[in-house]
């Protein structure tokens, strides 16, 4: 693309928000908006991230503020790295405001904000995940899921999932890699998910090294035959951000072509983005 796609990444100061906006301002594909959205308890009215100046946006503002922000950059991809409780609330002010996004934060009603996405004149990209790498295990599990079902019939499942303890629900991942195990004849409730948060417990027993206890993603997902013979594991270990943050940018690159293409009222996933169709 000639031009560089403009992107405002709302949730600074947040991690992944900032780590994002921290690959942005370096990638020559991207102009990073100096405005973001953040949640009502943040204090402060900007923050600076890599010598970029952004400035705050509380919820009571984004109503006032949003036209003289299109106004003075022009169109431009937004990236929700924000809060679960946020998600819909964020999700109809983008609609409402014609506003594409990349949807990155987990939690809330995904199929309340896909339908509404669906009847408004922007195009999104919404996943649980980011990491392309991680959305590419999750494909191959939706594949067995269609093609072998009840390959795993009479077996158990043990789910275990550790992040940072700013994680408020459970991982979005974890819940649809379990969805994937039910089609293959497993009877697993993901209210059954175990989620560690302790950050004691994640460096002693767990073995998550101590530069990442405040940013990874470790999952095991565990199966058992009946009678105890066989067993199964999967185990991705996820250490930082920066691998989320790569995704994101690709989701919204991939985002930029759909507009061009006059996508409207259309949401994609993270495995539309890996096929590029």
């Keep these: 693309m000639s031009e560089k796609i403009k992107v405002m990444i709302n949730g600074v100061p947040g991690n992944v928000a900032v780590n994002t906006a921290l690959f942005a301002i370096d990638d020559p594909r991207f ?11 943040i204090e402060d009215s900007e923050c600076e991230v890599k010598g970029v100046k ?3 946006v509380k919820p009571g503002e984004r109503d006032e503020i949003i036209g003289k922000i299109k106004a003075d950059h022009g169109p431009f991809i937004t990236i929700d790295y924000t809060h679960p409780t946020a998600v819909n609330s964020n999700g109809e002010f983008y609609a409402d405001n014609r506003l594409p996004f990349v949807m990155g934060t987990t939690g809330g009603d995904r199929e309340l904000l896909v339908a509404k996405v669906e009847s408004s004149d922007i195009p999104a990209v919404i996943a649980p995940n980011m990491a392309k790498q991680i959305v590419g295990l999750q494909a191959m599990m939706e594949y ?16 275990k999932e550790s992040h940072q303890n700013g994680k408020a629900d459970t991982s979005g991942t974890a819940k649809a890699i379990a969805a994937s ?3 293959l004849g497993i009877d697993f409730n993901v209210s059954d998910i175990a989620k560690e948060r302790d950050p004691y417990v994640q460096k002693e027993i767990w073995g998550v090294p101590d530069e990442f206890i405040g940013g990874h993603a470790w999952h095991t997902y565990t199966l058992n035959s009946k009678d105890k013979t066989v067993k199964f594991a999967i185990t991705h270990n996820v250490n930082g951000r920066d691998v989320y943050s790569r ?27 890996l096929k590029g169709k």
Excluded at 31 to 41: A, N
Excluded at 146 to 156: A, M, Q
């Design 31 to 41: 102009e990073v908006v100096p405005f973001s959205m953040t949640g009502p308890e």
């Design 54 to 56: 952004i400035a705050l």
């Design 144 to 159: 067995a899921a269609e093609n072998f079902k009840g390959l795993f019939n009479d077996y158990t499942l043990d789910i």
């Design 181 to 183: 195990f039910n089609e």
């Design 247 to 273: 995704g994101t940018l690709d989701a919204v690159e991939y985002l930029q072509t759909k507009i061009d293409d006059g996508a409207k009222g259309k949401v994609f996933s993270m495995i539309d983005v």
